[in-house]
């Protein structure tokens, strides 16, 4: 079974904090995705990567930035977090090929307040 | 450029009814289409995919959704709601093989609520 994983299933920061998300897959997938879920929105990219140390904008990278210095794992960083960063956060992972599924995360519920 | 529609945010279905939730798609080449389920305070998990071949996918926990091209549709239906059912269905498409254009686009999710 793949197997994406993520380091919290929630957490409470403060506003300006640096807050660190991780995730990791076991499948050797190439790509990774970090994704924002909110009601009535969706899910929304922030960021994926096709390779290590690749990174792509999604369509909402504004207030992220992203690291993936092994294949396995793929961090978001929220460099001074904000109030309207509070959300769910997922990570996903596929193979490098076109249209491969998509396999995701348990997801981090983020508070910040 | 790709798009997915899911019209209701809510539906509600009594227990042994039929289940339809709707999506439409619009896309500049032929997509892949998904649907995925997401329980309770969980990550979303794969329902089934439309690759382009058979038009009418089966997928697991007796749901299937059909691809019709000329209502660019993939609408999502299983024949009698059970209880645990009960989650949020997301719709999304991927353009295949669109070098750099791997991502999935979702839908705004439909939430179905089984009556007993």
């Known amino acids: 079974d793949v197997k994406v994983t993520q380091s919290s299933r929630y957490l409470v920061k403060r506003t300006g904090e640096k807050v660190f998300l991780e995730c990791v897959q076991d499948?050797?997938?190439?790509?990774m995705f970090w994704y924002r879920q909110d009601p009535g929105l969706g899910l929304r990219l922030i960021y994926f990567s096709y390779d290590v140390k690749m990174k792509e904008k999604g369509d909402i990278p504004e207030g992220y930035s992203v690291s993936r210095e092994k294949k396995e794992r793929f961090s978001l960083i929220l460099e001074s977090a904000s109030t309207n960063q509070t959300s769910m956060y997922l990570c996903?992972?596929?193979?490098?090929?076109?249209?491969?599924?998509?396999?995701f995360g348990p997801g981090t519920r983020l508070l910040v307040l | 450029a790709q798009s997915v529609t899911q019209l209701g945010s809510h539906v509600s279905v009594s227990e042994g009814a039929l289940v339809l939730l709707r999506c439409n798609y619009s896309s500049s080449v032929p997509p892949y289409l998904f649907w995925y389920v997401q329980y309770p305070n969980q990550g979303l998990q794969l329902l089934l995919k439309?690759?382009?071949?058979?038009?009418l996918v089966k997928g697991i926990n007796g749901f299937e959704a059909e691809f019709k091209k000329s209502e660019t549709s993939f609408h999502l239906t299983k024949p009698s709601a059970h209880m645990s059912d009960a989650a949020e269905y997301f719709c999304?498409?991927?353009?295949?093989?669109?070098?750099?254009?791997?991502?999935?686009?979702f839908g705004t999710g439909t939430r179905l609520t089984i009556i007993p």
């Open positions: 999304a498409v991927i353009l295949p093989g669109v070098f750099g254009n791997e991502k999935l686009t």
């Open positions: 439309y690759t382009s071949a058979a038009t």
């Open positions: 996903a992972s596929s193979f490098y090929r076109g249209g491969e599924t998509q396999y």
């Open positions: 499948m050797d997938h190439e790509n």
